[in-house]
């Protein structure tokens, strides 16, 4: 059964940060891996998809990498702003399991101004 | 592109009422999902149809929830008796094969 754990679940950062979110999974077998942002109160909104072809996807300041063989992902915002603030969720679209998503508990990010 | 269309944003129930949501997927879109969010915690699946037929619904607590895609596009999730433990925010989100998928605003319900 895929499971999906973030680290940490919540973090505070001064604005101007660079920071790393972290997701592993544990069955490397996966078609890809997209990572969300929810606002409070709001749905999921998609940051990035990540296909288990590849490597890293970029958008912006944001920049996620794919270490499938390893189980892992990491989400990089760089130079952090308080309109960050949110809940960073990432989820894996196992090979296995019905074409689903398995969503990890999420990553609270607070930014300060 | 239109997205992912979700109604009612609220809701607000006694215990032992029942209530129904609304989804309307992204045109083109054959799958579609429901999943239950309780606060503090990731979405879980409730349930998953390519267009009108059930894929998953190992997680759907059948003696209460119920779930139909007439016509493989729009989909309603009914809930009925709610119980207090049913209080979270049901997102409704849809995809083409196995590309990213897509969500709606979410409904909040809380089961007073």
């Known amino acids: 059964k895929q499971e999906v754990t973030q680290i940490p679940a919540a973090l505070s950062v001064p604005e101007g940060e660079n920071l790393v979110l972290n997701c592993s999974f544990t069955d490397s077998a996966i078609y890809n891996l997209q990572w969300f942002r929810q606002d409070p109160g709001k749905g999921l909104t998609s940051l990035l998809l990540?296909?288990?072809?590849?490597r890293e996807q970029t958008s912006g300041r944001l920049n996620a990498s794919l270490d499938k063989s390893s189980g892992r992902s990491t989400l990089y915002i760089a130079a952090s702003q308080p309109g960050d603030s949110a809940t960073y969720l990432c989820a894996v679209r196992p090979v296995s399991g019905g074409n689903k998503l398995v969503f990890g508990a999420g990553t609270i990010l607070r930014v300060k101004s | 592109e239109a997205g992912v269309a979700q109604s009612p944003r609220y809701k607000i129930i006694e215990k032992r009422q029942s209530v129904a949501f609304w989804c309307n997927p992204i045109?083109?879109?054959?799958?579609l999902y429901w999943y239950q969010q309780i606060l503090g915690q990731g979405p879980k699946l409730l349930i998953q149809?390519?267009?009108?037929?059930?894929?998953?619904d190992s997680q759907l607590p059948k003696d209460r929830f119920s779930a139909e895609r007439l016509k493989g596009v729009d989909s309603t999730l009914k809930i009925q008796p709610a119980k207090l433990e049913d209080s979270a925010v049901y997102l409704c989100?849809?995809?083409?094969?196995?590309?990213?998928?897509?969500f709606g605003q979410g409904t909040r319900l809380t089961v007073v």
């Open positions: 149809f390519q267009n009108n037929g059930v894929v998953d």
């Open positions: 990540i296909q288990s072809s590849q």
């Open positions: 989100a849809s995809s083409r094969g196995v590309q990213g998928a897509f």
């Open positions: 045109s083109g879109h054959a799958t």
